[in-house]
């Protein structure tokens, strides 16, 4: 995996997904968005709503990824914790963002017909000093490199759909071959590929259904020319007739 | 939420799941079990197929954890390095275990007719020194408090059902209020009585679709009285009719 390729990594907020109240929408979606935008996500951590929980989270990862995407966690009830914890994680005082409780105060109006908005309401615009309204409508919070997504699906896709294009990356570049011996043929042939080309990502994915191949191999990378030239060198190890069909470039 | 409740993390080993070839069924499938079998999940984390990433959160997990359940990364093929990485962090040499190694051989035998095994195959019965094998079949292995199932979804569910009847621990009793008002009319509600009951996790799930309810408040604990008192706190907190139907006990 090449080092310079801006990483990412998803913090899940909620205790529903670990009860198995809900299942995680964000996490999949997120991987498909940010594989798309070129961007490698390196880790999502779902977790609980709980400041210390979020706050460890966020100081480990902030320091190591281009970028940190929370999701959940910003509503107006007591078990909405992600902000404080961005804020503590940072070292921020939470500050009220005007513009931010202008929104609240047009978005509950609008939402409720009443101008008198409860105290749980406005203190989602307490947010880290220095937090940047990024999109339109609700927005992404942005503070440094943290991204604060909601956790509700369709807010959380819309969000990062606005927030993604001004990042966009070289793509990366897929091929695979579909094989009918198992792991254990393959298994030399594909550590040798793996050594001589540590900068493309090489994937073994067995299967013991009634699928129509034993094995699938990814090879990844952005340069077209690396992949082409792995997949070369992982054919010429494999038994002739090893492959069933292959896609990619 | 009650410190004394055994907690697990899960560490889902999948590059495949980050670069969205695949998505992850393993995690959705524990939080249920794990739920049902009365243990916290604490926390779910989907790492890459890189040693030095499995070793940083297994040794941060198993300190903090009663178990520490990992995903993928078993097989023969250069990408699988879960093992290798848990006995690193466990400070373990790898070892040949000789009775797996008789079930490897005999598993390879069955499969492909073929008694000469490949050596990438015999690699899989190197497990840090110490591991336990548990249940029958390809076996859970067990190390310390570190249990590593497979990454494919029938065996990881297969193996996990073997291995949790042996825990089995005191159910969690779920308490659940469908509300019509939304999030901003009940904040300061759910306040007080999450502040008064904090052995009971209260949730606030809102909804923004078409759904006859606005707000799903969960209520949960092992001991149903308390379940009981926090909801009736609730109830006396709130409008009249502000709940549309209720489940559990």
Not at 10 to 34: F, H, M, S
Not at 76 to 101: F, I, K, N, Q, Y
Not at 226 to 243: M, N, Q
């Given at each position: ?11 899940v ?85 005007p ?60 969000q ?15 091929a695979?071959?579909?094989l ?13 590929v ?34 082409g ?21």
């Amino acid at each position: 995996m090449d080092r310079d390729i801006p990483s990412a990594a998803l913090l899940v907020v909620g205790t529903e997904v670990l009860t198995a109240k809900v299942q995680d929408e964000n996490g999949p979606y997120a991987a498909r968005a940010l594989r798309d935008a070129g961007l490698w996500l390196a880790t999502v951590c779902t977790l609980p709503d709980q400041v210390d929980a979020i706050v460890e989270a966020v100081d480990r990862e902030r320091r190591r990824r281009t970028w940190v995407f929370t999701s959940g966690g910003i509503g107006p009830t007591h078990d909405d914790v992600t902000v404080a914890a961005v804020a503590r994680a940072l070292g921020r005082p939470l500050r009220r963002h005007p513009e931010l409780e202008a929104i609240l105060r047009e978005g509950h109006e609008r939402w409720t017909g009443s101008r008198e908005v409860p105290e749980p309401v406005l203190r989602m615009a307490d947010v880290p000093e220095g937090t940047r309204l990024a999109g339109g409508g609700f927005p992404c919070l942005q503070v440094e490199n943290v991204v604060m997504l909601p956790g509700v699906p369709q807010f959380f896709r819309a969000q990062l759909e606005r927030f993604l294009p001004a990042l966009a990356e070289p793509p990366f570049r897929l091929a695979i071959l579909f094989l009918g011996l198992g792991e254990d043929r393959i298994a030399e042939a594909l550590e040798e590929v793996a050594r001589a080309y540590p900068d493309v990502d090489i994937g073994s994915y067995p299967r013991f259904d009634e699928a129509d191949h034993r094995v699938k191999v990814t090879l990844e990378c952005k340069d077209v020319a690396r992949v082409g030239a792995a997949r070369e060198a992982l054919l010429a190890r494999l038994p002739p007739g090893a492959v069933l069909r292959s896609e990619g470039p």
